[in-house]
């Protein structure tokens, strides 16, 4: 139905136009395709600082030379895959205790709730007040200086494990209550009436129906854990260095020309944050298959 | 018959600023009977079905299966299956899967399971959808599936809670000739809550009314409308004529007049009789227990529900077609002596609203 | 039964006290160190309480790096907000071509690593003299988005236009809609994205220090900088505890909002505040 007065103009559907979604994808496109874009040039050498462009694999050769990539991949994907699989066994149990509404189960909810808004270096540093050799716990356990295992800066990095798998607990928890919260106690009864022991029906029935917020959940903090920059480098050890590390190492050198292995190091990074996602896109396709 | 469910002295309160949900109930079936807990919402017909399974726990009382105490058995282990409002198929599962759940959560091996609930999901006549997923079908498919899910689990006795209620009028029938198919090959045992007289009165043997947790009679659906326990069953079930009086040697005397009723104890008691069984007949008749002016006339359907005032009280009939009258007519109304029942109700202090 | 059932029992109370240790201790050293004067090793409990490291936390400008993190936090919340909600609806209700690819797309930068994008752009930024603090505005509007606009479209999904629609039959224009009805049902929904839009904003360290080098301090640059000294643990304390208040005091002033019941089913209630509290610990 044409209006009259303005042939041109397209009757509005219902919902308004679909341009309203220009401010947000403009901005997302432009600094998305624009930065990596500008990455994934700098590292074929197309963008050089001084003389002509070179293209080729150089730069990915030579931060590969010293050997650091190699490490710093073990040492990312290590500590992405292990704070990853902690966070989502103790988020799920907490999501669980939670969503139970037995004696406590409010006081998990609340203890979850409260690192929500504490920023990832907040929790490094105060991990760090925690876990140093001079830290809270070694305190507790009374050890003598030098006794204290090294969790911060030592060869386990476990202290960076720990505060990843500690925030990304909390957000697996919420998800899994959120997840859980129409349907679980309806389902679970429904179990139970058909001869379901407990255990059989968390194994059978619970985690089947949370595999795809687990699926997303799991893949959203693997892949925040690989690209994150200040825990690792807060509570972190100085060799060998993660990904985001090793790329701000070269990114700030005094030395310019290093700057194409940066952004090569930035490339892989994100290309395997990419692959990851979709496997996770397929892991949860097929989970929900038969829905 | 032996009892082969017997609840006793059941109670339970939700919250202790609450009256209680379920309060001294005691009920029981036999084997291979059909019950149907009848009520208005709120009447805590659905609490007892929790309690029965043990998904809740009753403050007083006990519930028995063929003699075992099931008091502080998990809902589990008591051989009873609950097939709830909504269908709550598994999503995650297909429909064979589905009905194969609960002999695999008793150890069968998968294979067995499937050629087991292969049979029930034959038994509710939807033999190919064993390998769809729940999302494709329709409203009344998934009832079916998840009465053969609960059939699956060869339950001691089976508990349906308004399992039909959300689906149309005639899937509604089909179900319940389904239910009658599966009785003839399973004879279940099966308490059923449903708040449509009608759907009670068809598929169960004897019907429980409960109101406000209280039960008020638990009798075949006949006796109910017939010879209601009380007002609050005859009111339930629609019945509107009421005249309070007294029993006297087997004469009820009210503002109506002198109506035999043989057998009734001496006392005060207010006489019903259904709309259903009141004959209309001309003013002249000797036979008419009383004569009045029509006051109205409603229709629904072929049917007629005529309000006659005799002396100041209003009689209801419903009739067919061929007893119409029209407003202002003079009719005598008859009230069968075989129909006639009478309510003992205390003289007073409590009295009984007169159908003026 | 009775010994397995008070085990069981037990082991679960155990359970839910592990777990609620588990978040809260981490925690605790940095509220025990805030006024902490000394604090020597190894003793369990500070040796001497003061306001030592509230005074050395002023003094090396804790105040203007909150101050500066408050505005970029705010810009963030201003600006991310209303155009994710703009996006949440248009996709939702309007007609959007690949409708599907503009969501995905939408939320792409939480799967990016986002040091890799900052370092591409940092080309750009330097050679069209982007002032810095537009710079890491800019970047971190695009990090927010998948947050507000996930939160919008979960709402909007539970959002029935009827209101809008009988609204307009009773005589409303367009803008008196917009803002009489339809800003105020979704009000719960647009104060959790504009919190989550603040914490990143607020929260944010790389970005910061790859575009500003260094140059603009917030609050997380401070803190990332004092940590790199040694013996001032009682001042990190002050900072990291000053760098939690102020979202905590936040998401304590939007509670009232955020739990307004809405008049929908009661699934549609629980719903958007249910998104938005999954997303919100990240």
Redesign the interface.
Known sequence: MTDLAHPFRQPR?????????L???V???A??V???????S?SLGL?PFAGRPNPGLDAYRQVNAAGELGSALVVSLGIAVISTALALV?GT??GL?IQRR????R??GA?????????????A??????LAD???L???T????GTFPAFVGGPSWAAVI??YA??E???VA??V??SL??RAA??D?????????PW?RLR??TL??L?PALIVTG??SF??T?????VAW?LGRAYPQPL?VL??QL?TSTDLAVRPQ??AV??I??AI??VV?VIGSMLLRR?RA?? | MMPYLELVGLRRQHSSNQPPAVNNLTLSASRGEVVALLGPSGSGKTTVLRLV???DEPEAGSVSVGGRDLRGV????RG???M?Q?P?L?????VLDNIA??P???GVSRRDARVKAARFLELVQLDDYGDR???SLSGGQEQRVALA??LA?EPDVL?LDEPFSALDPSLRADMHQLLAEVRAVIEPTILMVTHDQTEATSVADSIALLVDGHLEQHDTPDRLYTQPASLVVSRFLGGVNEFPGVVSAGVHISDIGHLLVPDAADGGAVLVIRQEAVFLASPTDTRADAVGEVLSVESAGPRRTVTVRCDGIRVVAEVGPAQSARVGDSVGVLLPVSQRHVVPVPMSPAPVPATR | MRPLRWLRSTF??V???G??L?????????L??VFANRWP????LPTELGTDGLHQAVTEGVASAMGRSLLLAAVVALVAT???A??A?????????A?RL?EV??L??????????????N??LLRWRVPGLVGVM??L??AA?PYT?YVMRVAYLGHD?GYEEEARTLGASPEAVRWRVHVPLVLPALTVSAFLAF?VG??D??VT??VGGGQIVTL?ML??AT?TGTGN?SV??VM?VL??LC??LL?GAITPIRRRSQPTHS?EI?RPV??A??V???
């Open positions: 559907p219902p919902g308004g136009h679909g341009w309203w979604v401010p947000a994808l901005p997302t496109v600094v998305l624009g930065g990596l874009g500008l990455v994934l700098q963008l103790i149990a907490a205790a037995r004696r406590g189960s006081a998990v203890a979850a709730a409260v690192t929500v808004p504490v920023p990832h270096l907040v929790g540093a105060t991990m760090g007040l925690l001079s830290g809270l070694a305190r507790l009374g050890s003598t200086p720990a505060e500690w925030k607990s909390a957000f919420i998800v209550v959120a919260r129409s309806q389902y009864e429904a179990g139970a009436v058909l001869g379901a022991s059989q059978s029935l089947p129906l595999a893949t959203i892949v925040y690989l690209g994150s920059y200040e807060l985001s790329a701000y990114f940066a952004s930035a490339a990074t994100t944050a990419a996602v989970s038969l829905r | 399974a043990g998904l998990a809902p589990e282990r009873i299956a609950l709830f909504r709550l598994f999503p995650h599962l297909t759940f609960a695999r959560m008793a997923s729940v999302r899910r609960a689990a508990l | 679960g109370v359970g839910r006290l777990l609620v588990w978040f809260v201790v981490p925690l605790v050293p940095m025990l160190w090793y190894p003793s369990v209303p155009i994710g703009a996006a609806r248009a996709l939702t209700f309007g007609r959007v071509p409708g503009v797309i939408l792409a930068p939480i799967a990016i690593p986002s040091f890799a994008v900052v370092m591409g752009l080309i750009v800019t970047i509007v695009v988005i606009t236009l914490l607020w929260s360290y790389i220090l790859l997380p803190l990332g940590t643990e990190v304390a990291a760098c939690v979202p905590l998401f699934a629980d249910a998104a509290e999954l919100g610990s990240r």
